[in-house]
């Protein structure tokens, strides 16, 4: 069983930076693909970017494309997700999430293992 385990969230200033890390454990061959969402109260889960093992990263909107990056690790055992210029929009719950189904979908229905969540919180 896959399983992540997340860590990076905390309280930044507007304007600010924040790097989340997830590690992934528990799989014996293949890395599933991973991305990364976020849920603020009231809202629906939202989808922020995919990665592949390969590298090939895909972002959910233009609100986070230039502003947050999707990477992993040499090993490609941790995906991490770069926040920069980060407002008040941007505090939510983060999730890590896998799937072996492929990246062709950011939707949380397509994801079947789930991080506990790290919690991002955006002040000014």
């Known amino acids: 069983q896959v399983q992540l385990m997340e860590s990076g969230g905390g309280s930044v200033q507007a304007g600010g930076s924040l790097r989340l890390s997830c590690a992934a454990s528990?799989?014996?061959?293949?890395?599933?693909?991973m991305a990364w969402f976020r849920q603020a109260p009231g809202k629906e889960r939202e989808g922020v970017a995919s990665?592949?093992?390969?590298?090939?990263?895909?972002y959910s909107a233009d609100s986070v494309k230039g502003r947050f990056t999707i990477s992993q690790d040499n090993a490609k055992k941790t995906v991490f997700l770069q926040m920069n210029s980060l407002s008040y929009d941007d505090s939510a719950m983060y999730y890590c999430?896998?799937?072996?189904?492929?990246?062709?979908?950011?939707?949380?229905?397509?994801?079947?293992?789930w991080g506990q969540g790290t919690q991002v919180t955006v002040s000014s």
């Open positions: 999430a896998a799937t072996y189904r492929g990246c062709s979908l950011l939707q949380p229905g397509w994801y079947d293992y």
């Open positions: 528990g799989y014996t061959y293949s890395r599933p693909c």
């Open positions: 990665i592949d093992t390969g590298g090939r990263a895909t």
